[in-house]
């Protein structure tokens, strides 16, 4: 089905390249700018505050216990959000919501930039959080609706999976900086000027599309899977930071449980429901998505858990720590370059899997490390080259569970690969880095997250060997799970 477009900006689109010819038109390299600058500024808020917080705690006054808050304050609403703002933005309008989203994340930056209390800087952060979650599935949407399957998107999503690795890591090398030389507030100022810069371009450049039929919002569904995906991030985030043993983690664990099981039974007997059940029994979805959750999940654990190393055991300070993490952001940037080019060649089920094991077998080298100073060379090479398998993985998942899907689901599709992402970056640390930070002896625990973080991805690149391998159609040879998946 074709998208219905709205405005006199998505009838005067230049058309596009043919499908064998991947060269993007200019103003396709300006819709591209637009829409990666603004998954670039949501992943660089992921990250850019970190270092920051100690300081962030003493000028304004915040206990050490709460200082996790102000990372939850911006998860919850980021992660809990993601499925209702895709739905709403494929009904109402993609373009409408990524504006309204960019003017809120600009916002609510300036009001955690000038924050004068606890409160304050707390709102700033939640409301960023509502921002990015519209942002982030309106934008994936807005990409793939743009850019035709082929070698067009695929390149439009190897730059944009590029700038959401190099955000993160860019994002932990700037935010000391800055720090250091400018103070806390500077980290929250710099997405505000992002946010400057990337909105007043938008409008003109960015096609307006919908669904053609606007169908009722599913209501029930939107508040239950909104509150399970809330509890359960909730959980995960305190985890991180005072384990399962609390009463509040027990709870919300259980109500989220209870919410998405709620959500499931809805989405079951609802005549327009907000999460298509036939889409989650695609192989591509499915699969996919599975995919996306692990290669997330471990590869933010083992920069956690390398970080304390590169600290605690070797004593590297935060700046040398940072350059070990910016080496990782080149080679992931020259990943991103060549993985289309990798994924034309071999398909997007072939390059998930290849890129799964080569993380899983690159972390297993990790388990070499120990106290002598030599180890940060072999924690420099192993986790960038992980990381290039890691962005591999990214792209090809996106692809995969895309791929195939009409464009007035594309919104649902996108919101479920940028939901995988969230949840895979909150459960990795809670999970296995508590191993780490428990343990007496830090290296011993290091090695146990490496090992079961290895066993993981591997066992994960082996199942979806399985699960999305080639068939036969008709006896016409084989066929790429993301076309069989499709249909």
């Keep these: 089905m074709a998208i219905d477009t709205t405005t006199s900006t998505a009838s005067t689109t230049p058309a596009r390249e043919p499908l064998d010819n991947p060269r993007l038109s200019t103003r396709d390299k300006l819709v591209l700018f637009v829409l990666c600058a603004a998954q670039f500024m949501v992943a660089l808020d992921f990250s850019v505050l970190n270092v ?26 980021s992660g809990g959000f993601l499925l209702l703002f895709g739905r709403i933005g494929d009904l109402y309008g993609r373009r409408r919501l990524f504006l309204t989203g960019l003017a809120l994340f600009g916002a609510a930056s300036l009001l955690a930039t000038f924050a004068w209390d606890p409160t304050s800087f707390l709102a700033g952060r939640a409301l960023q959080g509502l921002g990015a979650a519209a942002i982030v599935p309106t934008g994936m949407s807005l990409l793939t609706t743009t850019f035709p399957e082929g070698p067009a998107r695929d390149r439009a999503l190897g730059i944009s999976g590029t700038l959401l690795s190099l955000g993160f890591t860019v994002g932990m090398v700037a935010g000391g900086v800055l720090t250091d030389a400018l ?142 993490f910016g080496f990782q952001g080149v080679l992931s940037a020259v990943a991103g370059t060549y993985a289309p080019k990798v994924i034309g060649r071999f398909g997007a089920r072939r390059t998930l899997v290849g890129s799964l094991a080569g993380q899983g077998a690159l972390i297993a080298a990790l388990l070499g490390l120990n106290s002598h100073a030599w ?113």
């Excluded at 072999?378 to 080259?385: E, F, I, K, M, N």
């Excluded at 998942?397 to 195939?404: D, E, M, P």
């Design 52 to 77: 920051a917080l100690p300081v962030l705690g003493d000028d304004l006054g915040m206990s050490r216990s709460a200082l996790q808050w102000a990372v939850t304050a911006f998860a919850l609403p």
């Design 183 to 324: 103070g806390w507030r500077s980290t929250m100022g710099l997405l505000s000027v992002f946010a400057l810069i990337v909105l007043p371009l938008a409008p003109g450049l960015l096609p307006e599309s919908r669904t053609p039929d606007r169908p009722r919002l599913d209501v029930p569904g939107a508040i239950t899977v909104t509150g399970g995906l809330l509890s359960l991030i909730y959980a995960l985030s305190t985890a991180a930071d005072h384990g399962f043993g609390r009463a509040d983690v027990i709870a919300t664990l259980v109500v989220g449980a209870l919410l998405l099981t709620a959500f499931a039974l809805v989405e079951s007997r609802t005549a327009q429901p907000l999460v298509s059940l036939p889409m989650l029994r695609r192989r591509t979805v499915a699969w996919g998505n599975l995919g996306g959750l692990v290669t997330f999940s471990m590869m933010s654990t083992v920069i956690f858990v390398l970080t304390l190393y590169l600290q605690e055991v070797l004593r590297l300070s935060a700046f040398e720590t940072g350059l070990v």
């Design 375 to 487: 180890s940060v060379w072999l924690a420099t090479a192993a986790v960038s080259l992980a990381s290039m398998c890691h962005l591999g993985a990214i792209i090809s998942y996106g692809l995969t569970v895309t791929s195939g899907v009409p464009d007035e689901e594309q919104g649902l599709a996108t919101g479920l690969v940028t939901s995988t992402q969230q949840v895979g970056i909150t459960v990795g640390i809670p999970i296995l880095g508590v191993l780490a930070t428990t343990s007496t002896d830090l290296l011993s625990g290091l090695h146990t997250v490496i090992a079961l973080d290895a066993a993981i991805v591997l066992a994960t690149a082996a199942l979806l060997a399985l699960g999305l391998r080639t068939r036969r159609a008709g006896g016409s040879g084989p066929v790429e799970a993301e076309a069989v998946g499709a249909r």
